[in-house]
């Protein structure tokens, strides 16, 4: 009984704990996937989907990754409402941070009569001091204002380059703008004429690092044009313009239409019409010149004077010139002159007209004749013409004439030399009633610019006729030869005569020193063209290959140095030695070995990209360099080896094997030791060798 009694209690404690652990394993369950739940809707609602939740009894574990440590931060503050922070277990991670690209570097110089400003951002690394320095004086000492921001980034590639392009640019140009950056330049500004915006476009292009992208946006002012002319003249030789000025090609186009056919239809455009009604006045004077078939209209600002052909009639002179004036705008003021008929009056005893000449040969000497009234005027006019055409060029032989001289004789014949330096070759002939040039010129406005000058010297009754022709061969500027022409020219005379050195060095050898002298005579010729120029040294497979490119380099800068000494402009002027690199023929043949050890002249192209090959060739040249100085050193403690590397340059094979003699010795083959023939073998080819060099 009593066992039966202890087996029930027992049965029923066992009961009572397995009902208890059910219960609490279904407790923890609950307590669990609610807490799961509550702390899963709480984040989804902020939108941290990105969390998984794990609930281990109390216990809330959290893993993932948030995109930033703060929206990881915000996720726990989340979770941590719904639960206490006791309870939870942080496994959240933070994404690894994007790698911050580096910003775009940029300079931006504005450059005016007040200083330099500079706006933009630069590397850390860039030396700013040394920019600002470089800035100033690339400005000539102008006030620099430095608005730089810098950043800790690496200096990008490209960036020195552009930036000693944009430096010279800014030098180049007093008003400019210029914006750098690593891969690109945009120039602008503004020059003083037309001649020198082409030419510093022309240095700025030539000037252009390899692989820069460059925009050059240069602009020329219009000229100002005082006084405004116009010169309109029909006679036995045909229309022509000496002199036309306009404000636009608008303007232009409407005065030369009014004189279809006409020679020398060309105006210059620029500043100072006299009014807005020019064309209209220029066209109804051009009008005035047809109607009564010639005569010379002549335009000084707002003067007109119109001279008729001798023999006109009086009525005809009359009725055209007043429908002249009438038809003349307001501002506009009429001056006309019926010249009176040629009368063969002169009587024997009687003074000649006075009269003076100049003539100007095509060597450019002048001589002056003719009559002056006083000493003090002839001091004076062969004063001006010294000082204008070269003291040693002119040939005075003018006379005295105190009385019989018109009033002004001396201003006009100062105006009438001042007009004539505009000839290359001509005769100035000034009279009584008339001033006449005749010449050719090298300058394409030299008919308008004589036009102005005796318009503004003379008075409006004044007459002047001007017969100038034009000659290309005679302008500076059209008769500068291309880039291209220059190395074409030099590279001839090395043809002609090829520069050869002695053997195993770079000294130039006798024989080619004429030839030395005509490169420097092209290249003074071509000392006003615009280019990049590279002396390049070439060698031929013989020798070891650093050896050569030691060689080569050499004699290019000893051909440098020579054009150097015979005060040759090299600023532009590069020398570079290229070994074997670039053979033009056969190395197996003694014909094409000695084609291959040469001279070039090779014209630099601006887009060309250098760098890399220039940093490359450099890299190789001082590896080289190295290896020559340090057998240059073990030759100097070993008699025997330097005797070879002395001699390796273009001689020996390109494994430094040794090989036969040359059927030639020379005197290194007799010296050469009897103990050790088969080094003098060596010795004897690379001697050959450097013998055909």
Known sequence: ??????????????????????????????????????VTRALALQGFDWVEVAVDGLIV?????APTEATRFRALSVVGSVVDHTRINNGLAVAEAAQIEAPTFTIEFLRNDDGITLVGLVPARAARTQILSAVSSA??????????????YPVPRGWNPALQFALEALRLLPRSKISMTSERVIVTGITESAEEKARLEERLRTETPGGLDVTINLTAPRPVLTPFTLRFVVDEAGARFDSCSADSEATSARILAAAPGAANAECTIGLGMPSS???DAAVT?????????????????ADVTFVAPKGTPQADFDRVMGELEADLPPVFSLHAELPEPEEDTATEGETAPPEFTATRSPEGLVQLRGKLASDLDREAVESFARAAFGASSVYAAARIQEEGLPSGWSLRVLAGLSAFEELNQGTLRIEEDRITISGISGNPDARANIARILTTRLDTSDKFSIDVTYEEKLD???ALPTPEECVADLN???EENKITFAPGSSDIEAGAISTIDKMAEILKACADVQMQLEIAGHTDSQGREEMNLNLSQSRADAVLNALMARRVLT????????????????????????????????????DAPEEPEATALEQAEAEAGETAGAEEEAGAETGAEAGDDGAAAEGAGPDDTPSQPADGTTAEDQDASPDAPQEGADNGEEDASNEQN
């Open 1 to 38: 009984m009593r066992l039966k009694s202890a087996l029930s209690a027992g049965a029923a404690f066992t009961l009572a704990g397995g009902l208890c652990i059910f219960a609490a394993t279904l407790a923890v369950n609950v307590i669990e996937d609610r807490t799961e739940l509550d």
């Open 61 to 65: 574990n959290l893993t993932g990754t």
């Open 139 to 152: 400005g000539g000492g102008a006030v620099v204002t430095d608005l730089l921001d810098s950043a800790s």
């Open 277 to 279: 009604t020019w064309a």
């Open 285 to 301: 004077g051009i009008k005035a010149v047809q109607a009564l078939g010639g005569g010379t209209l002549t335009f000084s600002d």
């Open 476 to 478: 500076p500027v059209a």
């Open 492 to 494: 001839a005379a090395l």
């Open 571 to 606: 600023s532009h002027i590069t020398a570079k030695g290229y070994g074997e690199s670039v053979p033009i023929a056969d190395n197996g043949t003694e014909e094409g070995r000695e084609a291959n050890r040469r001279i070039e002249i090779t014209l630099i192209q601006p």
